[in-house]
Nanobody, 121 residues
Framework: QVQLVESGGGLVQPGGSLRLSCAASGSISSINTMGWYRQAPGKQRELVAT???????NYADSVKGRFTISRDNAKRTVYLQMNTLKPEDTAVYYC???????????????WGQGTQVTVSS
């Protein structure tokens, strides 16, 4: 069974840092683009950052210069280093991955279960 599992969320004071991780497991041929999204209460889910298989990155304007996305292909893991956190960064953070599966054509998008990030003093 293919899964994406996030970890690393928690409570942090404004100006602090957190590092989120998302590990893919199961029968996977390859992992293409991976990304982080977030959803605050009463708001739609929004893109935070993506990273392609060749390492190209894309960020939402609201996190540029503060967040860094990276990946370790050997570990099938994507990371989100979040620095200079603000209260408005409070949300549930979700990772996703566009996966190729053995014996199946096409690419399939999988999502993790989400991890809560709360920025508050």
């Amino acid at each position: 069974q293919v899964q994406l599992v996030e970890s690393g969320g928690g409570l942090v004071q404004p100006g602090g840092s957190l590092r989120l991780s998302c590990a893919a497991s199961g029968s996977i041929s390859s992992i293409n683009t991976m990304g982080w999204y977030r959803q605050a209460p009463g708001k739609q889910r929004e893109l935070v950052a993506t990273i392609s298989s060749d390492g190209s990155t894309n960020y939402a304007d609201s996190v540029k210069g503060r967040f860094t996305i990276s990946r370790d292909n050997a570990k099938r893991t994507v990371y989100l280093q979040m620095n200079t956190l603000k209260p408005e960064d409070t949300a549930v953070y979700y990772c996703n991955g566009d996966l190729s599966l053995p014996g199946r054509r096409g690419v399939y998008r999988y999502w993790g279960q989400g991890t809560q990030v709360t920025v508050s003093s």
